[in-house]
């Protein structure tokens, strides 16, 4: 048996995932698939989108939940307006365009940058750092 010395940086190193840049994005709803795709992405979005009703109205918000069913009318999404405190419901059926109006919180916020800002600080010989989480405003 060898006697050898393992790096714990260099164990079970894997990739994080890339994050979509969404922010700014306006999905194309054309087919039932592009709709249901747009809404996951959405619900996954650390930022306000804005949602455009069928009859015409627009409501801006944070989706916090979404409920998928085998049609676009069983299927919906809870949404908390950005003006108020209630909760909404809003069927896919009643959905015709969708923007990502708000900025993703999270984007650059990854446990890897973190990390990486430690030690950039160490490197460059600070004394007294630590790993603190940012503030997501």
Same mark, same amino acid.
Request: proline residues 5%.
């Given at each position: 048996m060898t006697n050898t010395v393992l790096n714990p940086d260099q164990l079970e190193v894997a990739e994080g995932r890339e994050r979509e840049q969404l922010e700014g994005w306006i999905p194309s709803l054309a087919s039932d698939a592009e709709i249901h795709a747009a809404l996951e992405k959405a619900f996954d *979005? &650390?930022?306000?989108?804005?949602? @455009?009703?069928k009859d015409g109205r627009t409501i801006s918000g *944070?989706?916090?939940? &979404?409920?998928?069913?085998?049609?676009? $009318?069983?299927? $919906?999404? &809870?949404?908390?307006? $950005? $003006?108020? &405190? @209630?909760?909404?419901?809003?069927a896919y059926s009643d959905i015709a365009a969708l923007a990502f109006t708000g900025r993703d919180t999270a984007a650059g916020k990854s446990f890897e940058a973190w990390v990486r800002k430690y030690w950039e600080k160490k490197t460059a010989g600070e004394k007294g750092i630590a790993l603190h989480p940012e503030s997501l405003e």
């Open positions: *979005y &650390r930022g306000d989108v804005t949602i @455009t009703l *944070y989706i916090f939940d &979404r409920r998928t069913g085998p049609t676009l $009318a069983t299927s $919906a999404v &809870r949404l908390i307006p $950005a $003006a108020e &405190r @209630t909760k909404l419901t809003i």
